[in-house]
T-cell receptor, first 116, second 111 residues
Framework: GAVVSQHPSWVICKSGTSVKIECRSL??????MFWYRQFPKQSLMLMAT?????????EQGVEKDKFLINHASLTLSTLTVTSAHPEDSSFYIC????????????FGSGTRLTVV | DAKTTQPNSMESNEEEPVHLPCNHS???????IHWYRQLPSQGPEYVIH???SNVNNRMASLAIAEDRKSSTLILHRATLRDAAVYYC????????????FGEGTQLTVNP
């Protein structure tokens, strides 16, 4: 149980275009989801916290107008990278809390974004 | 947030036990100790967590020092599939339930 499905697993886009990444909780309701970014050989960095029905909270240094987060339902959160540039190429991962395990979390399988 | 310190890398042989250490000398009374692991090109996976007492589950055991300033993740019989980056994370109850990842320990399992 407590599975988070993330799509797509990889995407290549042209510079200047936008890309949407979806994160769905399959068998539970996720009130709060988290979005991380991971560059090669580095650890995960939290980008933003997404709460259902309200605006996302972004970490310091993350451009909210560039990384649009929508959490319109209890099972779906989306991250849209707008006007993507090569420096946005990274591994993006979503996460949600695991019901029944205090402060436990389940993660999506990640999305490898390459901007060319 | 309280900081954790882990070795950058460790090696083990297949079918042998592995003890992955984590120091967290500034841990507070309400910090839970979480362990996650990340296989290559995948999202992190929950391994185990605890507060004060040692914990066991099907994946691993967590041994927590009496003063809680350190902990050890124990894989009883390492397999090649256990090769991953292991993250020891403290999570405060008042932090908005967000996880802050450090650099973790890269575990290599030799056949």
């Amino acid at each position: 149980g407590a599975v988070v499905s993330q799509h797509p697993s990889w995407v290549i886009c042209k510079s200047g275009t936008s890309v949407k990444i979806e994160c769905r909780s399959l068998d539970f309701q996720a009130t709060t989801m988290f979005w991380y970014r991971q560059f090669p050989k580095q650890s995960l960095m939290l980008m933003a916290t997404s709460n259902e029905g309200s605006k996302a909270t972004y970490e310091q240094g993350v451009e909210k107008d560039k990384f649009l987060i929508n959490h319109a339902s209890l099972t779906l959160s989306t991250l849209t990278v707008t006007s993507a540039h090569p420096e946005d190429s990274s591994f993006y991962i979503c996460s949600a809390s695991i019901p029944g395990i205090l402060y436990g979390y389940t993660f999506g399988s990640g999305t490898r974004l390459t901007v060319v | 947030d309280a900081k954790t310190t882990q070795p950058n890398s460790m090696e083990s042989n297949e079918e042998e036990p592995v003890h992955l250490p984590c120091n967290h000398s500034t841990i507070s009374g309400t910090d839970y100790i979480h362990w996650y692991r990340q296989l290559p090109s995948q999202g992190p996976e929950y391994v185990i967590h605890g507060l004060t007492s040692n914990v066991n589950n099907r994946m691993a055991s967590l041994a927590i020092a009496e003063d809680r300033k350190s902990s050890t993740l124990i894989l009883h019989r390492a397999t090649l599939r256990d090769a991953a980056v292991y993250y020891c994370i403290l999570n405060k109850e008042t932090s908005g339930s967000r996880l802050t990842f450090g650099e973790g320990t890269q575990l290599t399992v030799n056949p």
